[in-house]
């Protein structure tokens, strides 16, 4: 089965910098990379997702990229605010209902 | 995206008993998710609920333990059996929508005592 592993555990960086968790993955019949933020008490929500026929993609701040090569993706966070203090998780799956795989999930704290 | 409430949110619970977690959907999915969180860790999932047959359950994951139903393509219930205190976790519905993407619901808090 799929297994995802990600990395850093634990990321501290200064408000205004970028933050970066990568993650990589085992099946090469992944097709699908979506990315969750998990505030404290609350759900996972999802933030940003790519397909494999895609390299990067961008929204705002966040931005994903995917090396389907090395069978690695990566979250990218730019000009850090305390808000995006959370866990993230990163996952893969190959569609089509079949199961998503999580990684298991980075602390990011964000210092004002 | 997904509407999902799920009850109870929050429960705490005596060891030996078991509680029974409501989901439902804004509208009809055809699969429907279960998953599991402990305290600090990762999302597992437990099973996958089809309507109108039996639930696929994970390695490490059993009927007895989780019996889950899905009477309908908006709704589905996960009991957990006989807890203890291992069995203190999050519990999350979950559907897929547009296009693969996985969408939660508000969770169930449980802790057993």
């Known amino acids: 089965g799929e297994n995802v592993e990600q990395h850093p555990s634990t990321l501290s960086v200064q408000e205004g910098d970028s933050a970066v968790i990568k993650c990589t993955y085992s099946?090469?019949?992944?097709?699908?990379f979506p990315w969750y933020k998990q505030e404290l008490g609350k759900r996972p929500q999802l933030i940003i997702d790519?397909?494999?026929?895609?390299g990067e993609k961008k929204d705002q701040r966040i931005a994903v990229t995917l090396n389907k090569t090395a069978k690695h993706f990566s979250l990218h966070i730019t000009e850090t605010q305390p808000e995006d203090s959370a866990v993230y998780f990163c996952?893969?799956?190959?569609?089509?209902?079949?199961?998503?795989?999580f990684g298991t999930g980075t602390k990011l704290q964000v210092i004002p | 995206s997904a509407v999902i409430s799920q009850k109870p949110s929050r429960d705490i619970c005596q060891r030996g008993t078991s509680l029974t977690i409501q989901c439902q959907v804004d509208s009809q999915v055809t699969m429907m998710f279960w998953y599991r969180q402990q305290p600090g860790q990762s999302l597992t999932l437990i099973a996958t609920?089809?309507?109108?047959?039996?639930?696929?359950?994970e390695s490490g994951f059993v009927i007895d333990k989780f019996p889950i139903s899905r009477p309908n393509l908006t709704f589905s219930t996960l009991t957990v059996s006989n807890m203890s205190p291992e069995d203190s976790s999050i519990y999350l519905c979950?559907?897929?929508?547009?296009?693969?993407?996985?969408?939660f619901g508000e969770g169930s808090w449980l802790t057993v005592v």
């Open positions: 996952a893969a799956s190959p569609g089509g209902y079949q199961k998503v795989t």
């Open positions: 609920a089809n309507q109108g047959s039996e639930a696929t359950y």
């Open positions: 979950s559907v897929e929508r547009d296009g693969n993407t996985i969408y």
């Open positions: 099946d090469s019949a992944s097709n699908y």
């Open positions: 790519i397909r494999s026929n895609v």
